[in-house]
């Protein structure tokens, strides 16, 4: 199986912030990635596609790069409604997929 | 707009067998190329594949779940469902149905799921 491992598990920032979320396979995928937003009580979202595709709709402040094992997603300047829980998603495997542990972003 | 929807009963007591159904609109079941799928959340936790069905029949599923979950579609009513027997306290969570979208990219087919259900919740309890 393909383990997935997001850093940090939590983060506090403001907005207006810069942000990165790391995401690490353990064997590589090459760009079979995807990112995907959550928030509370709701289905989560997809925000990138293939690494650093953004999926129609999402602001471009949202973007994905990486490759092989290591892979970030990146908020340029964070807005209130980006407060959300993000999963990577390896699916390299499909149909066997596997999600990354989740990265809560709070407010400071 | 292709449109999922979660069904079930939303409690289930220890050792008896989950069973959920996935309703799809918009689109047809049975078009080529697509797996549909099932994963779960714990409260509190993150996202977990419980396994996939593809247009054909075929079925996969995650091993740590493979002995006790079966996923099974019906085309004439555009469904697919899920079993998981045995259920604990465990396998509380939301469960959610999902369509990974094939895109055809670079000569290879890169998945992701595009269409969600609202997810409903399954508690285990006597």
């Known amino acids: 199986d393909i383990q997935m491992t997001q850093s940090p598990s939590s983060l506090s920032a403001s907005v207006g912030d810069r942000v990165t979320i790391t995401c690490r396979a353990s064997?590589?995928?090459?760009?079979?990635l995807n990112w995907y937003q959550q928030k509370p009580g709701k289905a989560p979202k997809l925000l990138i596609y293939?690494?650093?595709s953004l999926q129609s709709g999402v602001p471009s402040r949202f973007s994905g790069s990486g490759s092989g094992t290591d892979f970030t997603l990146t908020i340029s300047s964070l807005q209130p409604e980006d407060f959300a829980t993000y999963y990577c998603?390896?699916?390299?495997?499909?149909?066997?997929?596997?999600f990354g542990q989740g990265t809560r972003l709070e407010i400071k | 707009q292709l449109q999922l929807q979660e069904s079930g009963p939303g409690l289930v007591k220890p050792s008896e067998t989950l069973s959920l159904t996935c309703t799809v609109s918009g689109g047809s079941i049975s078009s080529s190329s697509y797996y549909w799928g099932w994963i779960r959340q714990p409260p509190g936790k993150g996202l977990e594949w419980i396994g996939s069905i593809y247009y054909s029949g075929s079925t996969y599923y995650n091993p740590s779940l493979k002995s006790r979950v079966t996923i099974s579609v019906d085309t004439s009513k555009n469904q697919f469902s899920l079993k998981l027997s045995s259920v604990t306290a465990a396998d509380t969570a939301v469960y959610y149905c999902?369509?990974?979208?094939?895109?055809?990219?670079?000569?290879?087919?890169?998945?992701?799921?595009?269409?969600w259900g609202k997810g409903t919740t399954v508690t285990v309890s006597s």
């Open positions: 999902a369509r990974p979208y094939p895109l055809r990219l670079h000569g290879s087919y890169y998945y992701y799921m595009d269409v």
């Open positions: 998603q390896q699916s390299y495997s499909t149909p066997q997929i596997t």
């Open positions: 293939a690494a650093s």
């Open positions: 064997q590589s995928i090459s760009s079979y």
